[in-house]
């Protein structure tokens, strides 16, 4: 069975740093580019970042650039996404989703496999 699973979330102040993982079972990550994705109350899901297969390619949402860094380790099969100088706009469910693409592509509706959410929230 095809699993994501996220953790690292949690209640953090403003300015401060959280460390997501996203760790896949079931299959390998090694053919897969991964996004995180994020959907705050009453908003539609947005890309926060994504990373292409080798990790050798990544993009960012202009809110987050300069903040937030992907990476992935193959040889666990799990991605991370570290977000610094955290801001209350930033609260909202995480998710990690993957596409059987070598590079990351911009249409939600490609991604095939994602996992259950984390939420971050930041509030003083």
């Known amino acids: 069975q095809l699993q994501f699973v996220e953790s690292g979330g949690g209640l953090v102040q403003p300015g401060g740093s959280l460390r997501l993982s996203c760790a896949a079972s079931?299959?390998?990550?090694?053919?897969?580019?991964i996004g995180w994705f994020r959907q705050a109350p009453g908003k539609e899901r947005e890309g926060v970042s994504c990373i292409s297969s080798t990790g050798g390619s990544t993009n960012y949402a202009d809110s987050v650039k300069g903040r937030f860094t992907i990476s992935r380790d193959n040889a666990k099969n799990t991605v991370y996404l570290q977000m610094n100088s955290l801001k209350p706009e930033d609260t909202a469910i995480y998710y990690c989703a993957a596409v059987e693409q070598a590079m990351c592509v911009p249409w939600i509706a490609w991604y095939d496999y994602w996992g259950q959410g984390t939420q971050v929230t930041v509030s003083s």
């Open positions: 079931g299959f390998t990550l090694d053919y897969y580019a």
